[in-house]
């Protein structure tokens, strides 16, 4: 933690003893003793009650310690101390994201991002905005939040591609197109939105495109091959060839060692409409005799 933490606390309690006290706390919280970091960080208020950063400390080792209701009471001090700080709601949001509460999670991203002067960060706290909202299955707020992020950089890749996704769950696959052709023409290195190429053109039953474009990303070396196969898969499906698409998804599997996309808990989220894999009867036991085998 930086000493200039220490320096504020003098600063503004103008004692020696808080000095101390800080200096404890500040020890205490980096050797992950964060309880005991708290109880000196609790002195310090008592001196100093308006002094954001203390209420800051407190938060942080509460979310070290994983007590997400402490530790957003404690960022809600903070932020009625100094209400327009973006780091502030940023932090706000990020626990309402840990407590699974989205939609203040979301209101909280988009608050960091008026506060926010450096477009850099605005853009990508509205970019996640739009992600949470997506979660929420809330598209036309995710859509508002990704075009804001794309209105203050036009060249922002990243948002172009989540935009995409939305797209492809309202099986709006021209727009979905349009949007994934610009975010790898900005970002010709990524591969991401190659892969959603190839899942669109799978649900538009185009193999010749779905080839051209798994192609492309194998040659560049996607740092996700699974999704590749996978959104093959996808095809094959669409296409009723129930061998090809058996042997796309063993070829995902074998690529995916360390984090298998399915698990026994079928937690996989249904980001891009899975269900004409998910709930064929065939690949449930293929899946089954797989984890069987592991």
Not at 145 to 169: G, K, T
Not at 227 to 253: C, M, N, R, T
Not at 287 to 294: E, P
Request: glycine share 2%; net charge neutral; hydrophobic share 40%.
């Amino acid at each position: 933690m930086k000493r200039i933490l220490t320096v504020l606390f003098c600063a503004a309690l103008g004692l020696i003893a808080a000095e101390d006290i800080a200096d404890k706390a500040i020890a205490l919280e980096k050797q992950g003793k964060y309880l005991e970091a708290v109880k000196l960080y609790e002195k310090l208020t008592t001196e100093e009650p308006d002094n954001e950063y203390i209420w800051i400390a407190i938060g942080r080792c509460y979310r070290y310690q994983g007590e997400h209701m402490r530790s957003l009471s404690m960022y809600l001090k903070a932020s009625q101390i100094v209400t327009n700080d973006a780091s502030i709601w940023l932090e706000v949001g990020k626990t309402y994201r840990y407590l699974h509460d989205n939609a203040n999670a979301a209101l909280m991203y988009e608050k960091a991002a008026q506060c926010e002067t450096n477009n850099d960060k605005k853009k990508v706290y509205l970019k996640d905005a739009g992600n949470i909202y997506f979660e929420m299955e809330s598209f036309e707020k995710a859509k508002k939040a990704i075009r804001a992020a794309i209105a203050i950089d036009p060249n922002y890749s990243m948002a172009f591609n989540n935009l995409a996704s939305i797209y492809i769950v309202e099986h709006n696959y021209s727009n979905a197109i349009r949007v994934l052709e610009k975010a790898f023409e900005l970002d010709p290195d990524n591969t991401l939105p190659l892969l959603n190429l190839i899942l669109v053109y799978a649900y538009q039953k185009n193999a010749v495109k779905c080839n051209e474009y798994a192609s492309k990303a194998l040659s560049m070396e996607s740092p996700s091959p699974q999704y590749i196969h996978l959104y093959l898969a996808v095809l094959h499906v669409q296409l009723g060839d129930k061998p090809s698409w058996k042997a796309q998804l063993e070829l995902a599997f074998k690529k995916d060692k360390l984090r298998p996309f399915f698990d026994e808990k079928d937690d996989f989220k249904n980001e891009y409409g899975f269900d004409p894999v998910r709930n064929d009867v065939d690949f449930k036991a293929l899946v089954t005799s797989y984890f069987m085998k592991r």
